[in-house]
């Protein structure tokens, strides 16, 4: 009879094949990709078919000038926008968090999240340019500027406003990937020791709480850092273009006409990935110096509660507050543009206001509105039977996803898209698979599903299971808790993981452009496309239906459950 | 065969070994018995064990028998075990109505009607459309026990079903409880740290440690 009690739980059914499932969907593609990327950057897979050993690719690679200088552009952004995207995360949770400054921050900071990559790039652009809002709120009266400056401030060569604008966006991600480790850990206690003992606020922060939430904030880390490396929906807004970084070159080689530049782009593509691992050593080495910096501290007992202190709060709270404002003010910016009639410089607003923009773009941006939102959708749902069925599977099984499962649930976020997706692209073409709709929904899908893996886990896990032990006792069988206690319960947190999910969708570009051989247009393919044009007008429209699409599921997802549980008062307020 | 809940050399350890809690007990119809001992002990695990949904870092020996059937091995839905927690758990989603109905057999045509009856029994006539939120904790705790007798179980497990109540009411659910599990004729098994709970309960009691 030994433990036989405990087989009724785990009885086999469908469900354990679902994470199997999952793993293939996420490790498939990201598998083929590396192999369409590795082959032809050693002379397989040529264009005219056929095959042969070769380093001609990366001859051709070495051969591009400006190649030195992306690889630096690559380097340097990524890690300087890292460090300063988690410096001012780590100082304004460090310095705040309980206060009500703390609160207005989280709640201006989690919006912005959701804002897609693109269109946080471009609304950035609008207000640093030399026609931006910046120099018109500063000209002529400060500057003495009555045109225009002729400066090269975005796009400028050392990638100063590319690592600005990654900064800014990449704080509130690790902003909020913080607020949902910090409950786990015991933030109140710990700190009511150190500042009992006379420790500093961000002194006492750093020495106890911030080892233990660093332990849960690590892969998040890698994946900003790898992808400020790599990206190029901001980089091809705020980069420099000649030369770029090394992920809008590859881009370019990708999307040459000449087929032949597949082969550099391949090599290139290694190259990139080579260089996010790198990178990620030396940070890894750089959070090794700092473990033993801050033993050195802990031994000689210095409190750090005097000007230091006072100075690490204020520096976490600018730095916060320049990434709202950035972020925040490029969408305004974008949404006067949209409307304006004649603007001239240096004037702060439109002298007339009109509908021109929106009659010329608007029916086209709806109608691409609503492949990308379908799309979204789509992708959407489907990651969220993944999502469950691997959340099912492990509260059957009694065990949770292990480290290495953390691990490959990372891997899209932490690998370069870069790296991967133009192998993917160049196997489609070659096995002429690139048709319809489904490569770009299952590349979408790789994407989609961790994110949404993170924002339904907590919830799931967190659900309560005496309800499922008193809906056993009453007879219902394991399938029936999940479809009439669980999943409904969860209703709310299941939408809002769906929003998340969409948003990703949404924000997509590498993968809808080179899954699809660029043939689908969306939002963002659109808005970025426009980019170089410098129509603001135009702009302005299509970002804001970029940004607008990115919120309406968010919208959808605060509004259901109030209409569904208006009169369950304890599904709205517990 | 109605000779109620016996626990048989029930042992229960952790997975590697080490013993948590034992127990040996026979729990006659309409009997009350009483689980005592420090949090902890493996009080509210032995109730788990009997339901079915022991976690699987546990692992038990022994036997539980119910009215002549071994429950070992037995998927929870299909044991009869009927059990009360302290937060009365109603489901928020449902309506009180459909709480009551929920444990009702499938095959139940006068579904209305009997929710209806089960309601009106405990004095909560006409409530069947209210939204569980907006109910007293007394009779949250009321619709609890209902949902739970309409399953139609054969024993009855308490998990310090009262201590969230306050000192009148407690007295007045004790009453209403342990009254309906002896009209029923259903072996009760309780777990509590009230040692008026266990007084009041008039059975055995029985001390871990």
Same mark, same amino acid.
């Given at each position: ?574 | ?114 929710? %209806?009856? !089960?309601?009106?029994?405990?004095? $909560?006539?006409?409530?069947? &459309?209210?939204?569980? #939120?907006?109910?007293? =904790? +007394? ?41 309906? %599990?002896? !009209?029923?004729?259903?072996?009760? $098994?309780?777990?509590?740290? &009230?040692?008026?709970? #266990?007084?009041?309960? =008039? +059975? ?6």
């Amino acid at each position: 009879m030994t433990g036989a009690s405990v087989t009724a739980l785990r009885t086999k059914d469908g469900w354990s094949v679902v994470p199997a499932l999952t793993i293939a969907v996420l490790l498939g593609p990201i598998a083929a990709g590396l192999m369409g990327t590795l082959l032809p950057a050693f002379g397989g897979l040529r264009p005219g078919g056929g095959s042969a050993w070769s380093l001609e690719p990366w001859r051709q690679m070495a051969a591009e000038p400006g190649l030195g200088q992306g690889v630096w552009l690559s380097v340097k952004t990524g890690l300087l926008s890292t460090f300063a995207a988690l410096l001012g995360c780590l100082l304004l949770v460090a310095g705040w968090q309980g206060t009500r400054v703390f609160r207005a921050m989280e709640r201006m900071l989690s919006p912005l999240l959701s804002v897609p990559h693109a269109a946080a790039a471009l609304g950035l652009a609008f207000l640093i340019a030399p026609s931006g809002w910046v120099t018109r709120l500063t000209s002529p009266w400060l500057t003495g500027w009555e045109r225009p400056p002729d400066l090269l401030i975005v796009q400028d060569p050392g990638g100063w406003s590319l690592i600005a604008g990654l900064m800014a966006k990449e704080l509130p991600f690790l902003l909020l990937m913080s607020l949902a480790a910090l409950p786990q850990i015991n933030v109140g206690e710990r700190m009511l020791v150190a500042t009992a003992l006379g420790y500093g606020t961000v002194r006492g922060w750093m020495l106890t709480v911030l080892p233990a939430l660093y332990a849960q904030l690590r892969l998040p880390i890698y994946a900003v850092l790898a992808y400020a490396m790599s990206n190029v929906d901001v980089a091809l807004v705020l980069g420099p273009s000649t030369p770029p970084p090394l992920s809008v070159l590859i881009l370019r080689w990708m999307t040459d006409p000449d087929l032949a530049l597949r082969a550099p782009a391949a090599a290139a593509a290694l190259l990139q990935l080579g260089l996010v691992v790198g990178a990620i050593g030396l940070w890894r080495l750089g959070e090794l110096g700092a473990a033993r910096m801050g033993r050195v501290m802990i031994e000689t007992g210095a409190r750090g509660a005097g000007w230091l202190d006072n100075m690490c709060r204020m520096v976490g709270v600018s730095i916060a507050t320049l990434a709202a404002l950035a972020i925040f003010g490029g969408l305004i910016s974008q949404l006067v543009w949209s409307f304006a009639g004649r603007w001239r410089f240096p004037e702060a607003l439109p002298s007339s206001f009109g509908l021109r923009s929106w009659d010329r773009h608007g029916e086209a941006a709806l109608e691409v509105s609503l492949t990308t939102l379908g799309l979204a959708a789509l992708a959407a749902c489907i990651a969220l039977l993944l999502v469950l069925g691997c959340l099912e599977a492990e509260h059957r099984r009694g065990r949770n996803l292990g480290r290495l499962g953390l691990l490959i649930l990372y891997l899209p976020l932490i690998l370069p898209q870069i790296a991967f997706l133009p192998g993917l692209q160049i196997l489609l073409l070659q096995t002429g698979a690139a048709r319809g709709l489904w490569p770009v929904l299952l590349s979408h899908i790789v994407f989609v599903t961790p994110y949404m893996f993170l924002a339904l886990a907590g919830p799931f896990r967190a659900w309560d299971t005496r309800y499922a032990t008193i809906g056993a006792a009453m007879g219902a069988s394991a399938d029936g808790v999940l479809w009439r206690l669980r999943l409904p319960m969860l209703l709310t947190p299941i939408l809002t993981a769906l929003a998340v999910g969409m948003a990703v969708s949404v924000g997509q570009y590498l993968p809808t452009l080179l899954a699809s051989g660029g043939r689908l247009s969306t939002l963002t393919t659109e808005a970025l496309a426009l980019s170089s044009g410098g129509d603001r007008r135009a702009i302005g429209v299509w970002t804001l239906a970029l940004t607008v699409a990115a919120w309406l599921p968010f919208a959808a997802a605060l509004l259901l459950p109030q209409l569904v549980f208006r009169n369950r008062a304890g599904m709205l307020n517990g | 065969m109605a000779d109620g809940l016996e626990l048989r050399d029930l042992a229960i350890a952790h997975r590697d070994g080490r013993p948590l809690v034992a127990v040996s007990t026979q729990v006659k119809p309409g009997q009350v018995v009483s689980l005592m001992g420090p949090s902890g002990v493996g009080k509210s695990t032995i109730l788990a064990a009997i339901t079915g949904v022991l976690s699987p870092s546990f692992t038990c020996t022994g036997d539980i028998v119910l009215n002549g059937r071994s429950l070992m091995g037995l998927a929870p839905q299909k044991r009869r075990v009927g059990i009360l927690f302290q937060d009365h758990l109603l489901f928020p989603h449902m309506s009180v109505g459909q709480n009551v109905g929920f444990g009702l057999p499938r095959r139940t045509t006068d579904r209305k009607a009997r929710v %209806a009856a !089960a309601l009106a029994e405990i004095g $909560l006539a006409g409530f069947a &459309d209210r939204d569980p #939120a907006t109910l007293s =904790g +007394g009779q949250r705790a009321r619709v609890a026990l209902m949902r739970m007798l309409l399953a139609e179980p054969e024993t009855m497990l308490l998990d310090e079903p009262f201590s969230r109540l306050d000192a009148e009411l407690r007295e007045r659910m004790r009453e209403l409880v342990f009254s309906r %599990a002896t !009209a029923a004729g259903l072996p009760v $098994l309780m777990v509590t740290h &009230d040692q008026a709970d #266990a007084d009041a309960a =008039g +059975g055995p009691v029985i001390a871990l440690s």
